[in-house]
């Protein structure tokens, strides 16, 4: 038998991040749902409240995820980048209250993950919780900072872009510890969950350029991914599927 190569993990196994989505929405009943990064429509169709969602460009293309995503009392599209809504638009007057579940999805470099965070966070109560995607690769050369800049390693994660994103989950564990940290190895990618949120920090915005200089310092190479993996606390998928596990972080 080969041995795996230092650069690649398996794959994670458990349940995929659009489940574990799912079960957060029908445990945690959110009033309101921001959405950053919506492509096709897969993640946005999960909720069933007020939701705003944000992407330069909505290829919405299977009719049944449409009709559910229509379906919510209220549906907000924004087509742009995130950065021009958060400069434009209050999401906190947008959906008449806090945002209360986000999900960050957007540009997979680890600088516009930050600011979707911060602006994220400002518009959030303390028990609010925002989800991070894409945070641990299971391969480099999905980590890179351009999508398909190299061949992946396994054939089948020829299209699993996480770029550099990791970068800012482990920036946020470091300069945020006041923030409660759920890391899920949910398949393919990984999903972080954080709340006890505060949004009167300024933490992070009063040194954006340092965090930025500080993440880009970072090597996955040098670090690996295992050692990520294990640096990130991460838990397994299957305790975050009942309501049981859910309600002893989660509440809103
Ligand atoms: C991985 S896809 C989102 C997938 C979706 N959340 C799901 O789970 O089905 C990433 C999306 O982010 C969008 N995006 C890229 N840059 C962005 C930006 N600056 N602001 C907001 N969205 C952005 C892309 O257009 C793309 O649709």
Redesign the pocket.
């Known amino acids: 038998m080969t041995e795996p190569a230092a650069n690649s993990l398996p794959d994670f196994t458990g349940h995929g ?2 489940q574990v989505l799912q079960t957060l929405h029908e445990v945690l009943q959110p009033r309101n749902y921001l ?10 169709a999960l909720s069933a409240c007020a939701s705003l969602a ?4 909505f290829p919405f293309e299977n009719i049944e995820l449409v009709r559910r995503i229509v379906s919510k009392p209220r549906m907000l599209l924004f087509r742009m ?3 021009l809504f958060f400069e434009q638009h209050d999401p906190c007057a947008l959906l008449g209250d806090k945002v209360q579940l986000a ?1 960050l ?4 470099r680890c600088e ?1 993950l930050l600011r979707d965070f911060i602006n994220t966070e400002r518009h959030c109560a303390r028990n609010s919780v925002i989800a991070l ?1 894409d945070c641990l690769p299971v391969e480099e050369p999905m980590t890179d900072r351009s999508y398909l800049a190299r061949p992946s390693i396994e054939p089948h994660r020829q299209h699993w872009w996480a770029g550099d994103v990791w970068r800012t989950a482990r920036l946020l564990r470091r300069a945020r510890p006041d923030l409660s940290f759920t890391t899920l190895d949910a398949p393919p990618t990984g999903l972080v969950l954080i709340t006890n949120l505060d949004p009167g920090s300024t933490a992070l915005a009063d040194r954006y350029d340092e965090h930025v200089r500080t993440m880009l310092g970072w090597s996955l190479t040098e670090i690996g991914l295992a050692q990520h993996v294990s640096d990130m606390q991460v838990e397994p998928t299957t305790d975050y599927v009942t309501s049981e596990q859910l309600t002893t972080r989660f509440w809103l």
């Open positions: 991040y659009l959405e950053i990064g919506t492509f096709t429509g897969e993640s946005l944000v992407d330069p460009g980048a995130s950065d999900f999805d957007g540009m997979h516009f995607h």
